[in-house]
């Protein structure tokens, strides 16, 4: 055999490798024969909300179509309140949820994507309120003992879970349109959420006497959701590796920017 062959044949073998490898990052998973559906609440605008025409839109929707897409997926979409649809992924009833921060009992029932954005968490609060506008942590809030109102499904960190558990003035609702009535109606004192979310909400609504506190109340880092019972790490691999190349390649910053952008750049919403 003379060496000229074996050059030849050790490139045809490269070349196979490099074409298997390929195909197989281009194939569509199996957890794609048949289309993924997403469980998830219609009311937590800007990330996901139905539009006039009752169709589902939203910036965490958007992405993960897309990454979706790129995959050869489809995505059918089954609405419940948060709390429930958590419950039906835990059950191994829905494939994936959006919006998810990171903590232990989630951990072991979920597998995560790669973090795709970053959430800010806040409170609003009626601008009449001096006692709350002076208020400098969580625990001069609560020292204050207001009433507040907050989505047991989140997750804020740690130390408001803390509260949470050692507090009895926390009213719980999913829904951050009832939330802020409720602040309006003066039945709540303080509604906790996204700061994105309260920016929306606050700008869409006819309430002009409330205000964003500018007390941080905690930062977390933000997910998409697999249910460990139907997904595979296969999949969640090659789902990670188009979110990352996004991230790279600035794909993901703009997503964000060209759907938020100015949602919260406004003076009067932090009076």
Known sequence: M?????????????LFMIVGQSAIVVAAPKECDKPLMLSTTSNWPPYIYKDTDQQYKGIDLELLESILAELGCELVITQYPERRSLYE?????FDIG??????????????YSTLY???VNRFAYRINDNDI???????????LEKIIAINLAGWYGDAIEK?????????????????????????VDIVVDDEMVLCHELTNSAYQDMSIHSLVLSENSIHFIFNKQKISKAFVT?????????????????HFTKKSTNICDNDELYR
């Open 238 to 254: 090659q789902f990670n590796t188009i979110l990352d190349r996004m991230r790279s390649d600035g794909t993901l910053a703009y």
């Open 2 to 14: 003379n060496k000229s062959y074996i050059l030849y044949c050790a490139r045809c073998f490269f």
């Open 117 to 119: 954005r970053q959430e």
């Open 89 to 93: 992924i835990s059950q191994g009833r």
């Open 163 to 187: 509260a949470i558990a050692g507090h009895n003035n926390f009213i719980f609702s999913d829904n951050i349109s009832k939330r802020i009535k409720m602040l309006n109606h003066h039945r």
């Open 98 to 111: 959006l919006g998810a921060s990171k903590n232990k009992q989630r951990l072991k029932l979920h597998r």
């Open 133 to 143: 506008a002076k208020a400098k942590s969580l625990q001069d809030i609560l020292l």
